[in-house]
């Protein structure tokens, strides 16, 4: 399955709660990844979410709330979001660095 | 007439007396040469200079606005605002420099700088409300040397590449 984040989430993707304001990383966490991510995993599939339509960027505050938190919430473990069901597609290699690196840190 | 001024005659031409301006030219050709080489090598040095300078001055930009926003509170009642300047300029640093790295001068770990340095300025932001002093310090601390790093890494990088001889 693939997620075009700018396109079908939102080009402005910033903060890390509901409180720091629209789009942030615990509203995509709850409201997207995580029921599309349970689908994925239903159907033995992999979601692969494409980063680069973002015009500006991403926070590490977002970044950080929404992949990291899938892991502490117990939503999913980092191994079956790394070896399987997740990828994050990117020119940037900085940001796949990034966001599995919160997968990883969440599980420790 | 010797076997060995016999060698300087071509086609029954004595190329003896033409011997002096023959190897004039050829010295000129080879200093031009030398020249040309050194000159195109301070070009290139002075661009990777100037595009270090460039990058340093970005930098300076990056840190100014963390210093206002984690010390005297600036933009601190919008964080996101401070979040979409520094990842901005985050950006074109990564764009700058990944073009600067494929083409010119390869700069090691350059994904891994550019996440840190990111991580660093953004990744406590939106919860600088609840964070104490020691805290702001402490990122402060963070991004003055993630900033470090990575322009020691520019700089290592292009000395190598270009060193002063």
Known sequence: MNFNLAKEFSEN????????GPNSGEQFREDFLKNLLEKCKKNNDTLHIYID???IGIS?????ESFGGLVTKNYFSADELLNSLLTIESEDKSYITEIYSYIREASV | MGTEDQLFIV???DLIPFLPSMFSILFIIIGWGVIYHNAKKLSSRTEAH????????????????SEEFWFKSVYNSSPVSYEMLVISKIKIIRKKLNDFSDKRVKINNLDDLIFKLRKACTSQSSTISTLTQAEKRSNMNQIINSISVLELSVSDAISKKYPHT
């Open chain 1, 60 to 64: 590490s505050s977002f970044l950080s």
């Open chain 2, 50 to 65: 100037a595009f270090a300078n460039n990058i340093v001055a970005i930098l300076k930009d990056i840190e100014i606005l």
């Open chain 1, 53 to 55: 339509d973002v015009p």
């Open chain 1, 13 to 20: 993707p910033f903060g890390r709660y509901r409180s720091d």
């Open chain 2, 11 to 13: 086609m029954g031409v």
